[in-house]
């Protein structure tokens, strides 16, 4: 992604926050028409997402992305899962849009890590993958997981999300 505001300034330097994080109506109709790339550039470029330069990478399969996705297919092989990666992601989009809607705590509609975390486990679950599948949740904190589960993860992975719950 080129060099942005959003590279240059957090979401906690100033009060109130600098950016409004909540899903632009772009971002909705990019959600619904399952557009999983235009979603995640938008979250990025428009709302300044800490966590969309991830997914994006995600769903392009690209930097740590290509890693994310590899380790997703070997754990759906070790549990002789098929798993329709396209739908999967469509899943994880619609449930980051829902988690940023309802989210009211610390800067309101930026998502924390257990946030994120806890959203990335219930679909997987839905399709029969373990807590583990998820990066952030790499010793298999799941839904409201330890904080100890996932939080030697938060040093690589989206710095600037919320730090509320």
Known sequence: ???SICAQHGPSDDTPPYFNYQITIPQRGSDQAL?????????Y??????????????????GM??????????VAQARNLQIDEQQLGIEIMHAHV???????????????RRQITDYH????KSHGLPDYTFGGAPFGGGV???????????AIWCVDCDKVP
Do not use: N, Y
């Not at 470029?45 to 690209?62: H, I, K």
């Not at 904080?147 to 938060?154: K, Q, V």
């Open 65 to 74: 992305g290509k890693v994310t996705m590899k380790w997703l297919r070997a």
């Open 45 to 62: 470029t428009d709302s300044c997402d800490p966590f969309a330069p991830s997914a994006l990478g995600v769903v392009q399969e690209r």
């Open 121 to 124: 486990v219930a679909v997987f």
């Open 144 to 154: 409201g997981g330890k904080m100890s589960e996932w939080l030697p993860a938060t």
């Open 35 to 43: 557009q999983r790339t235009a979603f995640w550039e938008s979250r």
């Open 1 to 3: 992604m080129p060099c």
């Open 98 to 112: 829902s988690a940023t809607d309802g989210d009211s705590f610390g800067i309101p509609h930026l998502l924390s």
